[in-house]
């Protein structure tokens, strides 16, 4: 299984990123995907799940109306739209997969069997 996630960047308070994060490897129609996020000297965090239909979506409280995760199964790829970006929200994000079919991981304890991608770096600058 890969997992390869793209689109980070450097860009200033109030702006936008999109996340991509295109798997390979796994019946991606029937897995819940998740992205976390990791700033230095924090732990890894949750930031939003979708599942492998697309019908539930879950977001951590302060990504909430700011953030969109959305899926394109076609293409074996997981999204994260990111408005409104705050100093805060710098951190580098991961995409991953959890263990088995439909399953929607939020916690790091629920990925310990999991597929995890490699990072991409997202900054925002005051």
């Known amino acids: 299984v890969q997992l390869q996630a793209s689109g980070g960047g450097l860009v200033q308070d109030g702006g936008s990123l999109r996340l991509s994060c295109a798997a390979s490897?796994?019946?991606?129609?029937?897995?819940?995907m998740s992205w976390f996020r990791q700033a230095p000297g924090k732990e890894r965090e949750f930031v939003a799940a979708i599942t492998w239909n697309g019908n539930g979506l879950y977001y951590e409280d302060s990504v909430k109306g700011r953030f969109t995760i959305s899926r394109d199964n076609a293409k074996n790829t997981v999204f994260l739209q990111m408005n409104s970006l705050k100093p805060e929200d710098s951190a580098v994000y991961y995409c991953?997969?959890?263990?088995?079919?439909?399953?929607?991981?939020?916690?790091?304890?629920?990925?310990?069997?999991?597929?995890w991608g490699q990072g991409t770096q997202v900054t925002v600058s005051s």
């Open positions: 991953a997969a959890p263990p088995r079919f439909y399953f929607v991981a939020q916690t790091i304890s629920e990925l310990r069997s999991g597929y």
């Open positions: 490897g796994l019946i991606f129609s029937v897995y819940s």
